[in-house]
C-alpha cells in the first residue's frame, strides 16, 4: 500500500528494505507535484503496487471522487513523456527514471466541466486550465484573453477597491503572451463589470469560457502527414484535429473511428467510411505516447464503459463493458515480431450516441448570457465589439525548435544504444 512521508522538502531518497509481517519488502520513493498550490506530495510504494495504486492514493489524499479525468505522468531520461499505466507496475515502468517525479494533471477534460457535481474536481481542473492559460497550451484571441484575464483578477482580489488597487495592479503572469493592452483592457473589464462574483461563480464562469475556446483540453503533437508535409495534431474530446500553420485539414471526430493501429513510429487511423489516415511521429517512444492518448480518448468518449457527469456523455451511467486493447509490444518470443498495437471498435453496434458539444468560437457569449449574475458582462463585452478572435496557433518556429529538439534527442538516444 503506499505511504506517506511526511519530508520536510523535497529530497532524493534511494530505495530501502524493511522487514514486515509478511517478509522483507522493497519500498520504492517517488515525489508526486500536484496542482493545488504546487504542492508537493512525498510517497513509497511497494514492489508489487500497480499504477492505480498510486492515483488512487492520490485521489483519496486530494478528495477527488470523480476518478476518471486524472492522470500521472512522468518524463524519462531522454525527455520523453510517459503517462503511468494503470494495469502495470510501477517500477517496471520507471526504469529509466531517477529520481521518481510524477506530476498529477488532468488526463481527459470533460466536454462541459461546469457541470461537473464534485465541486473539488471542479477546482482542480480549474487550476489545471489556469497552468494551460499560462504556458500558452489554452490559447485564445486578444479579446478573450482580455476577459479570462479579468476574471484572475477578480478571483484573486475581489471586488475592485480604489483604495487598494490602483494603476497596473496586474502583478502576475497569467497569460503567455501578456501585453500591456490585454492587462489594461481586462483592468476596466474588472472595474466595471465583475463586482459581486464570488470566486465559486468566477471558477464557474471561467470554465464555462473555457470549454468554449478550440483549444480546450488539447495535447498537440507535432507529426508527418501524406508526402512528409508537417502538421500540428491536436487531441481533445472532440477528436482528432490536424492543421498545417493556421489552417484546418482534418477533423476526426470519436464517433467516425473504427480502428487505431500503430507500427513503429506510425500511427493508423482507420475511419468507418472506410478511410485510412496514417500519421509518421518523430520517434517510436513519442509515437506511443501519441498512441496512448488516443487510445484513453477514443475508450472514454465512444466505449460504453465510462460514467461522466459532465456534458457529451449524458447524464446517465453508462454500463460496463470491457476495453478492446491490444498491445502486442509486451509479448515474448516470436510474437514480439509484431509490434502492432491496435484498438478495434465496433461502432455500428455500439448503442451509445455522441452528441458533440459544437465548439465556436461565437458561442462564447451565449455562454456569458447563459447566466444571470453575469448578463452585465455580455452586454459590456458586446458594446466593447469583443467578439471572438479567430484562432491563433502557437508560433510556428517555436514548433520547429521543439521538432529539432526532438530530434537531436533521438539521434543521441540511438547512438547511446549502439555503442551499448
Same mark, same amino acid.
Given at each position: ?20 509481517? +509478511? ?45 476518471? #479525468? ?10 520523453? @513523456? ?31 466541466? #461546469? ?15 489556469? #497552468? ?49 493592452? =490585454? ?32 483549444? #480546450? ?24 484535429? =490536424? /492543421?498545417?500553420?493556421? @489552417? ?23 475511419? +468507418? ?15 506511443? /505516447? ?11 468518449? =465512444? ?5 461522466? =457527469? &459532465?456534458? &457529451? ?96 534527442? /533521438? ?10
Amino acid at each position: 500500500m503506499v505511504s506517506h512521508l511526511n519530508l520536510p522538502k523535497l529530497q532524493i531518497v534511494r530505495m530501502k528494505t524493511v522487514v514486515s509481517n +509478511t517478509g522483507i519488502e522493497v519500498l520504492y520513493p517517488c515525489t508526486v507535484h500536484l496542482l493545488k498550490n504546487g504542492e508537493i506530495l512525498e510517497c513509497e510504494y511497494k514492489s508489487d503496487n500497480i499504477g492505480r495504486d498510486l492515483l488512487d492514493y492520490i485521489l483519496q489524499n486530494q478528495n477527488l471522487s470523480e476518478k476518471d #479525468y486524472w492522470g500521472l505522468r512522468f518524463v524519462d531520461t531522454f525527455e520523453q @513523456r510517459h503517462w503511468l499505466e494503470l494495469d502495470k507496475l510501477i517500477r517496471c515502468q520507471v526504469k529509466n527514471v531517477c529520481p521518481t517525479h510524477f506530476h498529477f494533471r488532468v488526463k481527459v477534460y470533460p466536454p462541459e466541466p #461546469y457541470k461537473l457535481s464534485d465541486k473539488e474536481t471542479k477546482h482542480q481542473i480549474f487550476t489545471q486550465l489556469r #497552468y494551460d492559460l499560462m504556458s500558452g497550451r489554452l490559447c485564445c484571441g486578444p479579446n478573450d484573453s482580455a476577459l479570462l484575464l479579468a476574471l484572475m483578477l477578480q478571483y484573486t482580489h475581489g471586488d475592485f477597491d480604489p483604495s487598494v488597487l490602483f494603476g497596473n495592479y496586474v502583478k502576475e503572469k497569467i497569460l503567455l503572451n501578456q501585453t500591456i493592452a =490585454t492587462e489594461t483592457k481586462a483592468i476596466d473589464i474588472h472595474k466595471d463589470h465583475l463586482n459581486g462574483l464570488t470566486k465559486e461563480q468566477v471558477e464557474d464562469l471561467f470554465l464555462r469560457m473555457a470549454c468554449q475556446l478550440e483549444a #480546450y483540453g488539447i495535447d498537440p503533437y507535432l507529426v508527418e502527414g501524406s508526402n512528409q508535409v508537417r502538421l500540428n495534431l491536436w487531441i481533445n474530446y472532440n477528436g482528432m484535429v =490536424t /492543421y498545417i500553420e493556421n @489552417r484546418k485539414v482534418n477533423h476526426l471526430k470519436w464517433m467516425d473511428i473504427n480502428k487505431v493501429i500503430r507500427e513503429e513510429n506510425k500511427l493508423i487511423v482507420s475511419l +468507418t467510411n472506410d478511410e485510412v489516415i496514417e500519421f509518421v511521429c518523430l520517434t517510436e517512444a513519442e509515437c506511443k /505516447y501519441i498512441y496512448r492518448s488516443v487510445a484513453d480518448h477514443l475508450i472514454f468518449f =465512444t466505449s460504453s464503459g465510462r460514467k461522466s =457527469t &459532465a456534458g &457529451a456523455l449524458g447524464s446517465e451511467s453508462i454500463p460496463e463493458s470491457e476495453e478492446k486493447l491490444e498491445d502486442n509490444e509486451n509479448l515474448e518470443g516470436d510474437n514480439k515480431k509484431s509490434l502492432n498495437s491496435e484498438i478495434d471498435f465496433d461502432q455500428k453496434s455500439n448503442s451509445f450516441k455522441q452528441s458533440y458539444f459544437k465548439v465556436s468560437k461565437f458561442n462564447i457569449l451565449n455562454c456569458i448570457f447563459s447566466q444571470v449574475y453575469v448578463f452585465h458582462i455580455a452586454i459590456s463585452i458586446f458594446v466593447m465589439g469583443a467578439i471572438s478572435e479567430l484562432f491563433s496557433l502557437f508560433d510556428k518556429d517555436i514548433f520547429g525548435f521543439i521538432f529539432l529538439k526532438q530530434r537531436i534527442t /533521438y539521434i543521441i538516444k540511438k547512438y547511446i544504444l549502439s555503442i551499448n
